[in-house]
């Protein structure tokens, strides 16, 4: 579950699709916390994401909408999934694979918990892969970003092990991460240079 307010004050909220317990929806709300029903189909819009137990939405700089988390499909490992829509609530097919984009590891355990946009459009992603901070970064277009970490995403081994929760840009390019590590949930603050390496 998810929400995020847009620049013209209306907020997103996700969840569950109404008519079933396994799909993902967004839908809008307007500044009385009223349905917008000029979103979508009549103020949801179902997304084709599974089993999940994160999905946020926020608005980006061009009007449109991500949503992104994880998702839990039948035998396989946990995923994490990106997927862009219209303002008016229609998947944007421009975007990944038919508006969606999926990226898993075997053997790893991802979530996601915090993105943002940089400068440029791309979207920098933060989350765990196994008790490893992770993260990972998309063109504007939707697809992996491969000068950024290995072959478009990191997995940092923090000391003991961590996750990443907030993510910052700072203005000279860099990347500000927040979590914490383990044990006993220590907090962490770990920054990286733009090419996701971490500055030492």
Not at 17 to 33: I, Q
Not at 78 to 89: E, K, M, N, P, Y
């Amino acid at each position: 579950m998810g929400v995020s307010a847009q620049l013209d004050g209306k907020l997103l909220v996700t969840g569950y699709e109404p008519s079933s317990p396994f799909l993902g929806s967004v839908s809008r709300l307007n500044t009385d916390g009223s349905i917008d029903k000029t979103f979508a189909n009549d103020g949801s819009a179902s997304l084709l994401v599974e089993n999940f137990d994160n999905i946020i939405p926020m608005e980006i700089s061009t009007g449109k909408i991500v949503v992104y988390g994880d998702e839990n499909l039948p035998n396989q490992d946990i995923s994490v999934f990106t997927t862009r829509l219209h303002s008016s609530g229609t998947i944007d097919t421009t975007f990944g694979e038919n508006g969606y984009f999926r990226f898993g590891l075997p053997n790893y355990y991802l979530l996601v918990s915090d993105a943002l946009e940089q400068p440029d459009g791309k979207l920098l992603i933060a989350g765990m892969a196994h008790w490893n901070l992770f993260m990972f970064r998309l063109h504007p277009d939707g697809t992996l970003d491969f000068s950024f970490g290995t072959d478009g995403y990191l997995i940092d081994p923090m000391p003991n092990g961590g996750e990443a929760y907030s993510l910052a840009f700072q203005s000279d390019g860099k990347i500000v991460v927040c979590g914490y590590g383990t044990p006993s949930y220590k907090p962490i603050v770990a920054r990286y240079h733009p090419n996701g390496s971490r500055d030492s």
